[in-house]
């Protein structure tokens, strides 16, 4: 403790490494052939996919049926999946848009990853509104067409609020990781002596010649959506959220819900980024660029953003105490004591006591123990969106009408698909695409930056 | 030519020729003059257009998407009396049971589509049960049998009549027995069929047979009152009603008048008058849930209870003077076991201060002395008034003995009887097994099923001859006095069948000529003119007269009714009974909607749930939640029932209410051979009856039972919480779902329903509906949970049989429910019904979370659901409080049962008006729309104003109890309009401000309390 120097800025990188390093270093997964290890965890990933495949011909083919709904819970693991996935896909803008405008250089080794695993788990999530329509052939009604019937969408709905915000959030992502791509496609343009990815890669580099103008261009267009992407960071849970926020159902009539869902989200989505950078840097041997002091700051991040979540499970406690009303007073005793309440307590072992750890910062900072916590973390919110969805509506306002919901093989098919179509992505982007910021991580590598100190 | 209003010219004025030609052509000339596609040569604009729309018109109509969708021949000449488009209805009578309750019969287009009861109809005013509504299934049943089968191959009734009349002969000269093997006969018509068929072969006997009977109330009356028709009961007019085991308002007797007559003892909400009814009893009936009291009572001490109130009150005053010997006898039965016992305390003093004015009844299953006893009672206590003997039940042909029964098996055994012919009758399932009604079949030469589904006993048969239904049928039927009902077919025969009378008849009038439909109608008619017609004489000729009755349904006539006179023998019987003891008592009833197993390949019905337990597509052991305990059983465990060396292994259900150590199970599951949708379904508790029986055959005392191995699924639409679970308990009381109250407290306030309620604001402006506005009022003190509105629902509507697994998960598709509540402790629950429906909610919350304006609301307040715009994304469903929406999962009609209901046959039960939902779709109830609709366009054909009277929804149309009442609120005239302003009305969960249009009037309970206890 005693040798930190407190004097000057720690660099994020490590070992002041020189930038024509960097360059082979992140540019390697894409010049060298795929190794047995990633055709095992490709092929795992593909097993998985194909789980998926099966899932979605069987409930195209005989109908939503096959898997656990019903009525009262007419929305089950579909939904569940969806707002799990979008939650996933928040850490990658908040690391690259909002860390970014907050100037915290140690996102740089980690942003491009990220905002990978927010395309990857919005498309992810984006599957799911789509296959748990009851005709999904008809799911274009969704959307504000002109039509001879004059009919128009119902803009009360928060489905349909859902349908804009979600793919406005997808959008402006992948824009937003595009651009950042733009300097590396040159990079990797030059470097390259084949043909072929040499033309692709010219093609998507978009004439970058590392000229001035292009960079302060670049800079500015960053900056710009950044500030774009900050607000959808905020407004795609908070949409998501009034799915239920909006309803009348206790246990989903909640104001809090907003600031809750996107705690929850970016929450889960440190979580999964964590888990996975942990493979990557270690596999790619990027660990003096992704280095433990990152890790450990994620941790941080976890652990507040997990503290909040728990602050409002508590909460919604005492609001429905506080309120007076039966049902909704039911419904939260229902939720820790009545049949889902071993859902209940592994989401909040999961979300509220293991991240609690993270006060200790040998915790932080070990490699194996963060993992196993993120990994409960992800478990955790999973059940989180489960026991919002399933336990609020399996036990509503009559008696009569409740029913204890059970999946149904269909059900898990899908859900394990979605990680292997998820993963899959993220196997294939390791080796398409360069996994680091390269003209990023110069950028803050020691030494990189005019300092007064140096003159 | 003749001369015009308007002209150009003086030329076009005089009409000259040229003009004319000119103004033959649209264009003038040169214009069109190039326009012949053939002439051009080249490719001009024209041609280019003509060519690209040919194109366009041959492209868009490949791509379409042309479905076959099979022969559509329309009619070339046009059928009398039928409008394409526009129903007809046909009164006729069912069959399904011995009530004969008169039928109204939809048909559109030729086809039959919806049965109701025959509002003119003096036993049943337009209502008929749940059996009768769903019996259309039956017509349309794909497993129908087709044509005559002779030992498992098709065959042609040609072939069959004549070899059948050659065995019929045979027997005849071997002067070997012929049996006829027919079910309750009320027909005078069928009566003389078999009269004929017994001239023409002698050695015939006709052997009648209905396993669930009233004949032990027939029997007790006889004995009581020496007159062979027992009476109806006034129950409008009664004050005080004991039942005694009795479910005279669930299947018992005619129910559907019964339920009628006890509602209007119910109409608190127009008189302010209520009846108070006890019920004692040991299971938990349909009567058992609208009691005001109720007394846990077990069979073995129901004879004991029934003297001691003879007993009590005898001594309190009487009608009658008994005999010394008797009052004697009496003295043994004091009621001390009663002695602190409240209810009995109040029950006696109220059946003493209401003389004249109550009736005890006691249920069909229990034993002779039993009803000796009630009929001694209500003769005590002056209540004879209350018999309605102008319209008793008529005991046409007596059922047979069970002696005769037992002759009959043993003169088979011993190969003296030549021909057994079933007459849609089951015996194989239904009698007690140690008759070896199967083995005795093996040695009868010639076995005959009569039948329009295969069966056990058709499986055995040598001859299955296919059966017309109910709706191709002709019949008469004398079932009550002064009133003769008939019934006509409203379709030809759809296969090669015949109905059971006319096969007799041929067979016994011979076959020279061909088969004629028609003959048998003469035949009734003949029965008509000489039992009817000449007997009341009426002013038109026969012609006329039969007309008229075949369009009314039923001929209504006076008949003369003696004066029932006590007779003693009753009270020598009531000293000889013997009171049997056993540590378990099993009690047989029949089930509520299969009836003796006739109904179970019926998909509707098997579905239908349990009026008390919800449970559907099974039956199961019901146990007391105290000798669940004691035995350690838990719902859905297995146990093992054993009476008499036969054991059966089946579910139990711990039924709150029942009485200890009673076990209780229906019958009419466990068929063996009935089709796909009814085999396997359930136990059969059958197995139990037996020769010995020494009480009534359905009370079996002295049963032993186990737990045995292994778990079942009994798959029901209400979620089962234990009672004592404080966790959940009384919430429909805490949520404001079911609001109740006591006669006294209505008495004192009118109004206290609504003493401390919160003002609701909603913080929009309200819309405004000025025209039309529909709603509908339930009164929960009428309602019994009959279901009968379930099934004339689903009928109406085209809902989908889902099947028990679809059930199990919470799947089940019927739009109306009902919501059955306890509170109260597991041994004494109160029970509350409340039908549950869409609300129709003015400020509907499903409607604003629908992403696609799938559901939507009219401006005549309903709320609409288009299943051609939905998506189904179900959001509409979870944001339902009410959860009465329905999705389908499936395409139902294909996924049930290998798609059994999806066929070109079944397709004929679906109501053109309404659009059969695909898979992937939401529904709900639409308050029968297509009803509105239909009166709406009358109206405006009749350039009148909509006003939206008359209209009834199928829900209110079936309601025996008329509880439901629908209709246009802003039409102040309307009983919907007072209704909803009724002291007694509020809305399920009112709280949410959702605005329901559907307002439930509250249940009085008429208890001596202010307090519900």
């Given amino acids: ?455 | 030519m003749d001369k015009k209003d308007f002209w150009k010219s003086l030329k076009d004025y005089n009409g000259s020729d040229d003009l004319r030609k000119i103004k033959e052509n649209e264009f003038m000339e040169g214009v069109t003059d190039d326009f012949e596609l053939g002439k051009l040569t080249k490719l001009s604009r024209r041609k280019f257009l003509a060519l690209a729309s040919v194109t366009a018109a041959i492209g868009a109509t490949a791509c379409t998407d042309y479905r076959d969708k099979g022969e559509i021949v329309p009619y070339n000449k046009k059928p009398e009396h039928l409008l394409i488009g526009k129903a007809n209805y046909y009164a006729s009578s069912c069959t399904g049971c011995s009530n004969a309750c008169g039928l109204l019969i939809k048909t559109r287009e030729g086809r039959p589509i919806k049965v109701d009861g025959n509002p003119e109809h003096p036993i049943t005013r337009g209502k008929i049960c749940a059996k009768g509504q769903a019996s259309i299934y039956n017509l349309y049943d794909p497993e129908r049998l087709q044509y005559p089968i002779i030992k498992g191959r098709r065959s042609d009734w040609n072939r069959v009549d004549s070899e059948i009349i050659e065995s019929l002969k045979k027997a005849t000269e071997e002067n070997k027995e012929i049996a006829l093997f027919a079910g309750s006969v009320k027909s005078p018509s069928a009566l003389r069929v078999i009269e004929n068929f017994k001239n023409k072969y002698p050695t015939a006997k006709i052997y009648s047979y209905q396993l669930f009977n009233e004949s032990a109330r027939q029997k007790a009356w006889e004995i009581t009152y020496g007159t062979n028709d027992y009476p109806a009961i006034l129950w409008e007019k009664a004050d005080v009603i004991l039942s005694i085991e009795g479910d005279f308002l669930g299947n018992e007797g005619n129910y559907i008048e019964n339920t009628r007559k006890f509602s209007q003892g119910r109409n608190i909400v127009n008189s302010g008058n209520l009846n108070r009814l006890y019920v004692a009893e040991s299971r938990m009936s349909v009567t058992g849930m609208m009691a005001d009291y109720r007394l846990r009572l077990s069979p073995t001490k129901q004879f004991k209870f029934l003297m001691g109130l003879v007993n009590n009150l005898y001594k309190k005053g009487s009608k009658i003077k008994l005999p010394s010997y008797f009052e004697s006898y009496l003295n043994k039965f004091d009621l001390a076991e009663f002695k602190n016992n409240e209810k009995v305390k109040l029950l006696i003093d109220d059946l003493h201060y209401n003389r004249g004015k109550s009736i005890i009844y006691a249920g069909s299953n229990l034993p002779i002395e039993i009803h000796l006893a009630v009929n001694l009672l209500n003769e005590i206590l002056d209540n004879t008034g209350l018999y309605d003997s102008k319209y008793s039940f008529v005991n046409l042909l007596p059922l047979s003995e069970m002696n005769d029964i037992r002759d009959l098996c043993d003169k088979m055994k011993a190969g003296n009887v030549g021909v057994v012919i079933h007459l849609d009758t089951n015996p194989v399932f239904h009698l007690p097994s140690d008759y070896d009604y199967v083995e005795a079949l093996k040695a009868v030469p010639t076995v005959i099923t009569i039948s329009s589904t295969k069966s056990e006993t058709a499986d055995l048969s040598d001859y299955l001859l296919p059966e017309s239904t109910q709706f191709e049928s002709w019949g008469d039927y004398y079932a009550r006095k002064g009133v003769y009902g008939l019934q006509q077919p409203v379709i030809a025969p759809i296969f090669d069948t015949r109905q059971k009378e006319a096969i007799l008849l041929r067979w016994s009038e011979g076959i020279n000529d061909k088969f004629d439909e028609g003959r048998y109608r003469d035949f009734i008619a003949e029965t008509c003119r000489e039992q009817i017609y000449n007997k009341i004489k009426p002013a038109s000729d026969f012609k006329a007269f039969w007309y008229a009755a075949l369009h009314d349904g039923f001929i209504e006539f006076n008949e003369n009714v003696d004066k029932p006179v006590f007779n003693t023998r009753a009270l020598d019987e009531l000293t000889k009974v013997k009171i049997l003891e056993g540590d378990y008592t099993l009690i047989i009833t029949e089930s509520y909607f299969l009836g003796d197993g006739r109904y179970a390949n019926n998909g509707w019905l098997q579905e239908l749930p349990h009026p008390v337990t919800k449970v559907t597509w099974d039956n199961y052991l019901s146990i007391s939640p105290a000798t669940a305990k004691k035995m350690n059983l838990d719902m859905n465990d297995m146990a093992e029932v054993s009476y008499n060396g036969i054991s059966l292994k089946l579910p139990i259900f711990v039924q709150p209410g029942m009485s200890d150590d009673t076990l209780h199970i229906e019958a009419g599951y466990g068929r063996k051979s009935v089709g796909v949708v009814g085999e396997g379904v359930g136990f059969n508790p059958l197995v139990f009856l037996t020769k010995n029986s020494n009480n009534s055959p359905f009370v079996l005392i002295g049963v032993d039972i186990k737990k045995a191995e292994g778990k079942y699924t009994l798959s029901s639409t209400q979620e089962h919480h234990s009672l004592d679970d404080t966790f959940v308990k009384d919430f429909h009381r805490i949520r404001k779902i079911i609001q109740e109250g006591t006669l006294p407290q209505y008495r004192k306030n009118h109004h206290f329903l609504h003493e401390d309620k919160d003002e609701l604001f909603s913080i929009t402006d309200e819309h405004k509906y000025d025209g039309v506005k529909w709603a509908m009022a339930i009164d929960l003190n009428k309602c019994t949970g009959c279901n009968v509105c379930v099934v004339s629902c689903s009928v109406e509507n085209n809902v989908p049989v889902v099947g028990k697994d679809q059930v199990a998960k919470g799947r089940e598709m019927q739009w109306i429910r009902i919501d059955r509540y306890y509170s109260g402790t597991p041994d004494e629950p109160i029970v509350s019904n409340q039908p549950m429906l869409c609300q129709h909610c003015d400020n509907a919350p499903c409607e604003n979370v629908c992403p696609v304006n799938a559901t939507n609301h009219s401006p005549d307040g309903l709320n609409q659901m288009v299943y051609n715009r939905c998506v189904g994304t179900r959001y509409c469903s979870n944001n339902c409080p009410y959860k009465v929406r329905r999705f389908n999962f499936y395409n139902y009609r294909d996924h049930f049962a290998d798609a059994y209901y999806e066929n070109e046959l079944t397709f004929l039960v679906n109501n053109p008006e309404v659009t059969v939902r695909s898979r992937g779709v939401m529904e709900k109830c639409t308050f029968c729309i297509q009803r509105i609709m239909e009166a709406r366009s009358e109206a405006i054909a009749r350039g009148e104003e909509f006003k939206g009277a008359g209209i009834q929804t199928a829900c209110q149309q079936a309601c025996p109890s008329q509880a439901i009442v629908f209709g246009n609120v802003n039409d102040t005239d309307s009983e919907i309009a007072k209704l909803r302003k009724h002291d007694l009305a509020y809305h399920v969960l009112e709280v949410l401000n959702v605005k329901p249009n559907i307002s439930y009037l509250a249940k009085i309970r008429n208890i001596h309390t202010e307090e519900i206890q």
Wanted: glycine fraction near 6%; charge should be positive; hydrophobic fraction near 50%.
């Fill in chain 1, 1 to 455: 403790m005693s040798s930190v120097e407190y004097t000057h800025e720690v660099s994020v990188i490590e070992g002041r490494p020189t930038l024509r390093s960097l360059d082979d270093l992140i540019s390697k997964p894409l010049e060298t052939r795929p190794d047995k290890k990633f055709y095992i965890a490709l092929s795992i990933t593909l097993s998985m996919l194909g789980l998926f495949v099966i899932g979605l011909i069987v409930t195209f083919y005989y109908g939503i049926g096959t898997w656990g709904n019903q009525i009262p819970v007419a929305w089950g693991f579909g939904i569940v999946n969806f707002v799990f996935w979008v939650g996933i896909g928040h850490a990658g803008t908040l690391i690259s848009a909002i860390l970014f405008l907050l100037r915290q250089k140690w996102r740089t080794g980690i942003a491009r990853f990220a905002e990978g695993m927010t395309i990857f788990a919005v498309m992810t999530a984006g599957i799911f509104p789509l296959i748990h329509t009851g005709r999904p052939w008809l799911a274009g009604y969704l959307f504000p067409y002109p039509n001879q019937h004059s009919i128009w969408v119902n803009f009360t709905s928060p489905l349909l609020w859902d349908v804009f915000a979600v793919s406005t959030y997808f959008t402006v992502s992948l824009i937003f990781w595009y651009v950042g791509l733009i300097p590396d496609f040159a990079t990797l343009r030059e470097k390259t002596s084949n043909k072929i990815k040499k033309l692709v890669y010219s093609i998507f580099s978009l004439g970058w010649r590392f000229s001035n103008r292009h960079w302060q261009h670049y800079e500015m267009v960053y900056l710009i959506l950044a500030g774009f992407a900050t607000p959808l960071v905020l407004s795609v849970h908070t949409i998501v959220s009034f799915d239920f926020a909006v309803s009348i159902l206790p246990g989903w009539h909640t104001t809090i819900f907003p600031p809750y869902f996107v705690a929850g989200a970016v929450f889960s989505g440190f979580a999964m980024v964590q888990n996975v950078l942990i493979f990557v840097r270690k596999i790619f041997n990027y660990e003096h660029i992704i280095t433990i002091d990152t890790l450990e700051r994620m941790n941080k991040i976890i652990l507040l953003t997990g503290s909040m979540v728990g602050y409002a499970y508590s909460m919604e406690f005492f609001i429905a105490w506080y309120s007076g009303v039966q049902p909704e007073q039911f419904t939260f005793i229902n939720r820790a004591f009545g049949p889902y309440a071993w859902a209940y307590w592994i989401m909040v072992s999961c979300n509220v006591l293991a991240p609690q750890l993270f006060w200790f910062k040998k915790i932080r900072r070990t490699i194996p123990v963060m993992f196993v916590i993120a990994v409960f973390v992800n478990i955790g919110m999973w059940f989180e969106r489960f026991v919002i969805v399933v336990t609020s509506l399996s036990r509503d306002y009559l008696p009569s009408s409740w029913q204890y919901f059970t999946p149904s093989l269909v059900d898990f098919m899908i859900l394990i698909g979605s990680f292997g179509f998820f993963f899959t992505w993220i196997l294939l982007f390791t080796k398409a695409l360069p996994v680091v910021s390269i003209a990023e991580v110069k950028a803050v590598v020691d030494g990189s930056q005019p300092s007064h100190k140096e003159h």
